[in-house]
């Protein structure tokens, strides 16, 4: 069965400019996760949907960030315009129902770099 | 307000000795706790889960943890280390939200292992 697939693995790019990271979650999982990781940190939860519902997104900061699940299947995050704090691992996951069991399943991550 | 401590940023073992990884939370209510391992480049794997009932739960690749109330502590034990457990291990507590999926996790313990 295949995993959690994030796209691209790693970005470069100059601030002010957008980027977007795409999701495919395991099939069957209804809940999808956006976290972020920054350097020597642990992950902090931005937004949780559950199906294509954007369920929990107190962490994520709507000025520049927005992310969607328009099917409730693959889920894009996108930040407009980039800043140089912005540098960090943006880590997907996904579960059966709200983390049912208690196991979420991570994607191998997307690094971004903003220059 | 939750948080996760895991007071040691770095520790080495030798190949074969003991390991102890700490964790102390801070939650309301009854919690929801787990240990992630991330190898380098790689998402985070679950290695063990404590929801309620016995207090010492295994975990996959022999690794075991004990939930102590009065402590607030989960800590990760394993008693004979193999150089493939070095990675970054993150301690988290789950559930706030009404979603045991919300993880908030630990800042993360990164585990040498001598030869």
């Known amino acids: 069965e295949a995993g959690v697939v994030q796209s691209p693995r790693y970005k470069i790019i100059e601030k002010k400019q957008p980027v977007a990271f795409w999701c495919n979650p395991i099939?069957?999982?209804?809940?999808l996760y956006w976290y972020l990781q920054n350097l020597g940190q642990g992950p902090e939860l931005l937004i949780r949907?559950?199906?294509?519902?954007?369920?929990?997104d107190s962490q994520l900061p709507k000025d520049r960030f927005s992310a969607e699940r328009l099917k409730g299947v693959d889920s894009t995050l996108k930040i407009q315009p980039a800043e140089l704090g912005d540098s960090a691992v943006y880590l997907c996951?996904?579960?059966?129902?709200?983390?049912?069991?208690?196991?979420?399943?991570f994607g191998e991550g997307s690094r971004l770099t903003v220059l | 307000a939750q948080s996760v401590t895991q007071p040691d940023i770095h520790i080495t073992v030798s190949e074969g000795a003991s390991l102890e990884l700490r964790c102390n939370y801070s939650?309301?209510?009854?919690?929801?706790l787990f240990w992630y391992v991330q190898s380098p480049g790689q998402g985070l794997q679950l290695l063990l889960k404590?929801?309620?009932?016995?207090?010492l739960v295994q975990g996959i690749k022999g690794f075991e943890a004990e939930f102590k109330r009065s402590q607030s502590s989960f800590n990760l034990r394993k008693p004979s280390v193999h150089w493939s457990d070095a990675a970054e291990y993150f301690c988290?507590?789950?559930?706030?939200?009404?979603?045991?999926?919300?993880?908030?996790f630990g800042k993360g313990t990164k585990l040498s292992v001598k030869p």
């Open positions: 949907y559950e199906n294509e519902e954007a369920v929990d």
């Open positions: 996951a996904s579960s059966l129902g709200q983390g049912a069991n208690g196991e979420l399943f």
């Open positions: 404590y929801f309620s009932g016995d207090t």
């Open positions: 988290a507590v789950g559930g706030y939200g009404g979603s045991q999926g919300n993880l908030i």
């Open positions: 099939s069957g999982h209804n809940t």
């Open positions: 939650y309301g209510a009854t919690p929801y």
